[in-house]
Nanobody
Framework: QVQLVESGGGLVQAGGSLRLSCAAS????????MGWFRQAPGKEREFVAA????????RYADSVKGRFTISRDNAKNTVYLQMNSLKPEDTAVYYC???????????????????WGQGTQVTVSS
């Protein structure tokens, strides 16, 4: 079992930056693909970014490419999402998720992630 706890959300003006963190319990964190997803009010949860188990490969949604960076520190059991040049449309609850089976070809699909955090709110004002 893996428990995920997100932090770092908050209120920021458009053009600003935030860094989200996701701390994981369990000794096998370093073997999991990790992803970030977000859900805005009235919308479905959507893929934001994913990182392979060793951090060697990343992928991003087109809407955040060039502005967001996903990274991980397996020694600290933590995955990060650096968000720059934030826009009002980035406002959402952000969730981290873990895929213990490393189904990288489907890393943008929320259905492959078995473990989810409780989410952290990000609000970008215009």
């Amino acid at each position: 079992q893996v428990q995920l706890v997100e932090s770092g959300g908050g209120l920021v003006q458009a053009g600003g930056s935030l860094r989200l963190s996701c701390a994981a319990s369990g000794r096998t964190f370093g073997s999991y693909t990790m992803g970030w997803f977000r859900q805005a009010p009235g919308k479905e949860r959507e893929f934001v970014a994913a990182i392979s188990w060793n951090g060697g490969v990343t992928r991003y949604a087109d809407s955040v490419k060039g502005r967001f960076t996903i990274s991980r520190d397996n020694a600290k059991n933590t995955v990060y999402l650096q968000m720059n040049s934030l826009k009002p449309e980035d406002t959402a609850v952000y969730y981290c998720a873990a895929d213990r089976l490393n189904r990288w070809s489907r890393s943008g699909d929320l259905d492959v992630y078995e473990y989810w955090g409780q989410g952290t709110q990000v609000t970008v004002s215009s």
